[in-house]
């Protein structure tokens, strides 16, 4: 049977201990003391279950998509795969050479090139010096940085880097391949040269690929296999098309109609509104207006930072994102409440289940504060005036804001 697998997980299980920092420090002083403090009254801490007794086995040769939310374990489940992090329970046995492609830049050091990040990677991955001198031109002409290879990598920008990481985790003969979502970082075009190139391996070279992506069309090409997580447990596994149909219809996690949610700064987020009601689950009307409202709370005043909306399918595929200075929001200090508003003349998106990320981004972009899928609404059918049906999810993902007319048929000579 072993000579049939290529992974068998056996109650996997992965925890980590969160802190709950009181109070920030801005002096050495004041950090010493507060030590010292400690001593006498410990620190508390929170146990955070990232797996959570996760078993299942792949076969050689299956190509399988690990789908799930945001936080559903899928990245911890990758690392601990690929020997990066060790698990807190539980079993993993890996029957064949792994190659992972997990990050930007995994395996790369930014003070070589590309030529010695090559050999390095290879070496990484457990190949001998004449087998990565076999495939380098393979690599270098796949990856399409051949100007560039005697280039320090950390002048790559992040596709280069994807592109030449991604080329050699998949020439360099892994029997198991692990690849992240980190593909999104490509072009389009290089995207599905990437996807072509792990439908070869997995068909033509009978090799074994676990794929994490939020885009299930690319899901649904390239697996014949689908793991389902959720808040760190195994949900389902089954065929793709049958996991994809249950990550599609999965009813969403229970939300509290009073969200707090704690961060840095002492920031919380102390209730939500969806056209004047609090609530953070509600429904509109396809095509209706939309008023949605967060309110915050800071215990000390916040860096410069920005609100960040992120709207998103219950597929998890982004559909739109908000950025405070295009809506005229700029960077600002927020220091005991405050609330934002963000109001839709028209909910143009299809009936369905989508979801709303809200964050607070400081100047460098870094998060100061998120409450990923804050927000969870459902746009509900509606027929237009004159219409023969009303308009439902099978009908697209939205409505264009178009004018469509009947011309005159030109007259002939």
């Known amino acids: 049977m072993s000579s049939e697998l290529a992974i068998s997980v056996r109650g996997l299980g992965k925890q980590y201990r969160i802190a709950h920092l009181n109070e920030r420090h801005t002096r050495i002083t004041d950090a010493a003391f507060a030590a010292l403090k400690g001593v006498f009254n410990p620190q508390k801490y929170e146990t955070f279950k990232a797996l959570?007794?996760?078993?299942?086995?792949?076969?050689?040769?299956?190509?399988?998509?690990?789908?799930?939310?945001?936080?559903?374990g899928k990245s911890t489940l990758l690392k601990?795969?690929?020997?990066?992090?060790?698990?807190?329970?539980?079993e993993?046995?890996?029957?064949?050479?792994?190659?992972?492609?997990?990050?930007?830049?995994?395996?790369?050091?930014?003070?070589?090139?590309?030529?010695?990040?090559?050999?390095?990677?290879?070496?990484?991955?457990g190949m001998r010096e004449r087998d990565i001198t076999r495939?380098?031109?393979?690599?270098?002409?796949f990856a399409e940085v051949e100007r560039f290879l005697d280039t320090p990598v950390k002048r790559y920008s992040s596709g280069m880097y994807v592109r030449l990481a991604f080329a050699v985790a998949a020439h360099l003969n892994p029997e198991i391949l692990i690849v992240d979502e980190v593909l999104a970082v490509g072009d389009t075009q290089f995207q599905d040269k990437c996807l072509g190139k792990m439908k070869d391996v997995s068909s033509q070279e009978g090799k074994t690929v676990l794929?994490?992506?939020?885009?299930?069309?690319?899901?649904?090409?390239?697996?014949?296999?689908?793991?389902l997580?959720?808040?760190?447990?195994?949900?389902?596994?089954?065929?793709?098309?049958?996991?994809?149909?249950?990550?599609?219809?999965?009813?969403?996690?229970?939300?509290?109609s009073h969200v707090r949610q704690n961060g840095a700064y002492g920031l919380q987020l102390n209730s939500l509104r969806i056209?004047?009601?609090?609530?953070?689950?509600?429904?509109?009307?396809?095509?209706?207006?939309?008023?949605?409202?967060?309110?915050l709370e800071s215990g000390e005043a916040t860096p410069l930072c920005i609100p960040f909306l992120r709207w998103h399918d219950a597929n998890g595929v982004v559909l739109s994102e908000v950025w405070g200075p295009e809506e005229s929001v700029d960077f600002q200090r927020y220091d005991g409440r405050f609330s934002f508003r963000l109001a839709l003349d028209s909910m143009s998106l299809m009936p369905g289940r989508y979801f709303v990320d809200f964050y607070l981004h400081d100047v460098a972009g870094k998060e100061v504060f998120s409450a990923p899928e804050c927000v969870h609404l459902e746009v509900q059918p509606v027929a237009l005036p004159g219409a023969p049906r009303a308009y439902e999810s099978r009908h697209g993902l939205l409505r264009l804001a178009s004018q469509l007319s009947r011309g005159i048929a030109p007259t002939g000579a």
């Open 211 to 227: 794929f994490v992506s939020h885009n299930i069309a690319a899901v649904r090409a390239l697996c014949n296999k689908g793991l």
């Open 80 to 90: 601990i795969l690929s020997r990066i992090t060790e698990p807190t329970t539980g």
């Open 135 to 141: 495939q380098f031109d393979a690599i270098v002409d």
């Open 92 to 125: 993993v046995r890996l029957f064949g050479k792994v190659g992972s492609l997990l990050e930007v830049g995994t395996g790369f050091h930014p003070e070589l090139t590309g030529r010695e990040n090559i050999f390095l990677n290879g070496s990484i991955l």
């Open 229 to 256: 997580l959720a808040n760190g447990k195994l949900v389902h596994q089954g065929s793709a098309e049958e996991v994809l149909s249950m990550y599609a219809t999965r009813a969403p996690v229970a939300v509290s």
């Open 275 to 295: 056209n004047g009601a609090e609530t953070a689950a509600g429904s509109v009307d396809f095509l209706g207006p939309l008023t949605l409202e967060w309110e």
């Open 52 to 72: 959570d007794d996760v078993s299942f086995d792949v076969r050689r040769g299956d190509v399988v998509g690990v789908v799930g939310r945001n936080g559903a």
